[in-house]
């Protein structure tokens, strides 16, 4: 089964920088989307950023244009977070897990492979 695993949260100042990992096993990420999400004490799991594993193309959430990247690199079936400028509303559990490829990324009840979260705390 496909299998995700999240690493690099932790605890950085308003206007740091982190760079989440998405390691995958099982299978590679060609021809599959992959996403990135969050979810906040209180609130809703929500999608943060996508890439598709078979031509790169990304998308991302209003809230995180112009701050966060993402990117993958196929020979290490990884796909990277990068976060700059982060802002004490970015704190959550990110995850990150297979999506639909597309526009529809978002959906998280399509979204599956779900890995257990990386804590991200920003401090204000």
């Known amino acids: 089964e496909m299998q995700f695993v999240e690493s690099g949260g932790g605890l950085v100042q308003a206007g740091g920088s982190l760079r989440l990992s998405c390691a995958a096993s099982?299978?590679?990420?060609?021809?599959?989307?992959i996403g990135w999400f969050r979810q906040a004490p209180g609130k809703e799991r929500e999608g943060v950023s996508y890439?598709?594993?078979?031509?790169?193309?990304?998308d991302y959430t209003d809230s995180v244009k112009g701050r966060f990247t993402i990117s993958s690199d196929n020979v290490k079936n990884t796909v990277y977070l990068q976060m700059n400028s982060l802002k004490p509303e970015d704190t959550g559990v990110y995850y990150c897990?297979?999506?639909?490829?597309?526009?529809?990324?978002?959906?998280?009840?399509?979204?599956?492979?779900w890995g257990r979260g990386t804590q991200v705390t920003v401090s204000s």
């Open positions: 897990a297979e999506t639909l490829v597309g526009p529809l990324w978002r959906q998280v009840s399509r979204a599956r492979f």
């Open positions: 890439i598709s594993s078979s031509d790169s193309t990304t």
């Open positions: 099982g299978f590679t990420f060609e021809g599959y989307g």
